[in-house]
């Protein structure tokens, strides 16, 4: 396993300088979000390849992270292709000012790759692992992980369909999903991640691999998802009222209203 964990490292780690190179090219460190769902997918299908025993629960893992790594690279290549830097990574870019080169190399690529293994790290366990069978636990992780992919793709495109609407510029969406969360796309990727972790329990270690969900789970709820994407409508009337009905991460029926 340390040696799978440190080979993997150094995949992560020339995919993250490959993109941090393109990033100072065209001057645009956003593009580490297309990076993403990908990186995920070259680290999982090396360890798969280079894994000693192929297991029905190693090939199931190695499938869905493929699913879904693709799935969210399809989606957000789409959604920014051919758009500026992302107004989070402009805001760094004039804060950081001289220094932006080797702060967006540390707190940027290197950063999110130091996290795609920490969150990669049940999915290395299961390909690390011999052990064959697959039980409740693996059929139960299934199922979090179906539910999970359930809430982030269709959230996803609801909410591209409503922004394609000219008549909605501005405004924010609340029916769907978006309507018992405000971000189904977060709840879901954290869902999924749980998933894996409880596909991974059975194998050697693999209760340390509760590190992943609880890392993505953070991130999404504190770091670099809810609050910076809704500092963004911070005054805004509209998504003022929607906050106060609709909870901000689990989905739970809409408050009703004073």
């Known amino acids: 396993m340390k040696s799978l964990l440190f080979q993997s490292a150094i995949v992560v780690f020339a995919y993250f300088m490959l993109f941090f190179v393109m990033a100072q090219i065209i001057k645009n460190n956003s593009i580490v979000d297309m990076g993403w769902g990908p990186g995920f997918v070259v ?10 025993s192929l297991t029905i629960r190693g090939s199931l893992v190695m499938i869905l992270v493929v699913i879904w790594g693709s799935r969210l690279a399809y989606h957000i290549v789409r959604r920014n292709i051919g758009k500026p830097e992302d107004f989070r990574y402009a805001n760094w870019r004039n804060e950081w000012g001289k220094w932006v080169v080797p702060r967006a190399f540390f707190q940027v690529f290197m950063l999110q790759g130091f996290f795609m293994l920490v969150v990669a790290y049940p999915v290395l366990l299961v390909q690390a692992s011999a052990r064959t069978g697959f039980g409740i636990l693996e059929t139960l992780g299934l199922t979090v992980w179906v539910i999970g992919f359930y809430f982030e793709s269709v959230g996803d495109r609801q909410l591209r369909e409503f922004k394609k609407r000219p008549e909605n510029r501005g405004k924010i969406i609340q029916h769907g999903l978006w309507r018992y969360t405000r971000h189904p796309n977060y709840f879901g990727e954290a869902t999924m991640w749980w998933g894996l972790w409880i ?22 709820l504190f770091v670099s998802g809810v609050p910076m994407l809704e500092k963004k409508y911070k005054g805004n009337p509209e998504f003022e009222a929607y906050a106060q009905k609709t909870n901000a991460f689990f989905p739970g029926p809409p408050k009703k209203s004073h």
Do not use: D, H
Not at 214 to 219: E, S
């Open 43 to 52: 680290v999982t299908i090396y360890a798969w390849l280079t894994s000693e």
């Open 199 to 220: 596909m991974a329990i059975p194998v050697e270690w693999g209760w340390t691999g509760i590190i992943s969900p609880l890392a993505i789970t953070w991130l999404l």
